[in-house]
């Protein structure tokens, strides 16, 4: 952060962060986890604009903190200490993230997530990709449960099945192996129905562009 204005880099070109309005600087360092809250507490963590472990490049953006919760008003929350927003259609999950001014994850942001985690060693490459066996729920750069019992909805469409939607995550054991899915673990879900085991992140896109 320099004289107020946060800044990050890649390809050795510096790049400066627009803060979504209405949120301000909370802690951490931009390539290692830099948080920004509201007034309710909402907590946000950039990832920064770099590339994901198939060689694309993904402009930086914010993820939520938490996965998404709701509060006592029916409102969509990113804070510590609630249970997920289960049971939620991802056309449900799509308008909430739109009311809260952000969106579903994409498949290109969701894996810059995964490849940002390894860059900046919060986790092995195998943890993230391979077997997410023993990491549990805690923070990691910032972002909390992301090794949790909760898949993600994406926006991602199954490459089987058209109409289907990508969900992403979780520590299950895989076909009744020892072996835990991480992070990067895909399965596909009906778009129209909930399901206690899917939830949802918001991302919010840079105000600068």
Known sequence: MTNGKLYEYCNGNRIEIGIPEGYYFKEGEVEEGLVIQN???????RIPAGY?????????FWVSSYIIS??????????????PWTDISFYEAEDVAEKFGGDLPTQEEYNRICMWLVQTHAATFEQVFIDGKGMGNYSCNGIDAFWSNAFIWTTQRSELYEHYRVVRGGISKIYGTETCSPPTFKAWAVPEEGNPRISFRIVLHDTIK
Not at 39 to 45: A, Q, T
Not at 52 to 60: A, I, K, N, P, W
Not at 70 to 83: H, I, L, T
């Open 39 to 45: 007034e309710k507490g909402d907590s946000f963590v």
């Open 52 to 60: 994901t472990s198939d060689g694309l490049y993904v402009r930086g």
């Open 70 to 83: 709701k509060g006592n008003d029916g409102e969509a929350c990113s804070v510590n200490g609630e249970n």
